[in-house]
T-cell receptor, first 113, second 113 residues
Framework: GAGVSQSPRYKVAKRGQDVALRCDPI?????LFWYQQALGQGPEFLTY????????KSGLPSDRFFAERPEGSVSTLKIQRTQQEDSAVYLC???????????FGPGTRLTVT | KQEVTQIPAALSVPEGENLVLNCSFT??????LQWFRQDPGKGLTSLLL???SQREQTSGRLNASLDKSSGRSTLYIAASQPGDSATYLC????????????WGAGTKLIIKP
């Protein structure tokens, strides 16, 4: 079946612009995760949803970052007033109810100029 | 605080050699440990998952071991092939969390034909 998909795959934004990154999880996966991966580093946890409820947003680096999953399926990660330090690959993962294994999408590479 | 370290950061070996990648973690209170592969422009692919009660897992030419007491895991790749070239990351799930993953920075592996 289809895996986790993310769009766009690449995004270039000028500093100060707002961006929205989309994640389509595997059908039936109630848990959804966002990670940020800087170049040469491992992923860093951003936030976790169970269905439409955002149960953990402790990893969001600032109040410019906002995530939602209004119908418990597709999720959007929004970054307002982008800064150069936001340049990274943003990974989405989904799973059956935790603690089941997470399946990762291809990521969105965000470059802020 | 759990920390995960992978050494070396990069490794280049001739095709056909057997090789070992290392992962160490500071807190032995883990639920499981997972090895992933990451190809450029693609997402993370899970290779092997070892539960805390297990000592090793095998899949094809890959064998992962876990020594919880010493905080170490190894990924053994037999008869390496150029297609094995990728970045390999390990991640641990702390025992006190049913979804958090703590990641190493990865080892970039190049297999020379």
């Amino acid at each position: 079946g289809a895996g986790v998909s993310q769009s766009p795959r690449y995004k270039v934004a000028k500093r100060g612009q707002d961006v929205a990154l989309r994640c389509d999880p595997i059908s039936g996966h109630v848990s959804l995760f966002w990670y940020q991966q800087a170049l040469g580093q491992g992923p860093e946890f951003l936030t976790y949803f169970q269905n439409e409820a955002q149960l953990d947003k402790s990893g969001l680096p600032s109040d410019r970052f906002f995530a939602e999953r209004p119908e418990g399926s597709v999720s959007t990660l929004k970054i307002q007033r982008t800064q150069q330090e936001d340049s990274a690959v943003y990974l989405c993962a989904s799973s059956l109810p935790t603690p089941y294994e997470q399946y990762f999408g291809p990521g969105t590479r965000l470059t802020v100029t | 605080k759990q920390e995960v370290t992978q050494i070396p950061a990069a490794l280049s070996v001739p095709e056909g050699e057997n090789l070992v990648l290392n992962c160490s973690f500071t807190d032995s209170a883990i639920y499981n440990l997972q090895w992933f592969r990451q190809d450029p422009g693609k997402g993370l692919t899970s290779l092997l998952l070892i539960q805390s009660s297990q000592r090793e897992q095998t899949s094809g030419r890959l064998n992962a071991s876990l020594d919880k007491s010493s905080g170490r895991s190894t990924l053994y790749i037999a008869a390496s092939q150029p297609g094995d070239s990728a970045t390999y990351l390990c991640a641990v799930r702390p025992r006190d969390s049913n979804y958090q993953l703590i990641w190493g920075a990865g080892t970039k592996l190049i297999i020379k034909p």
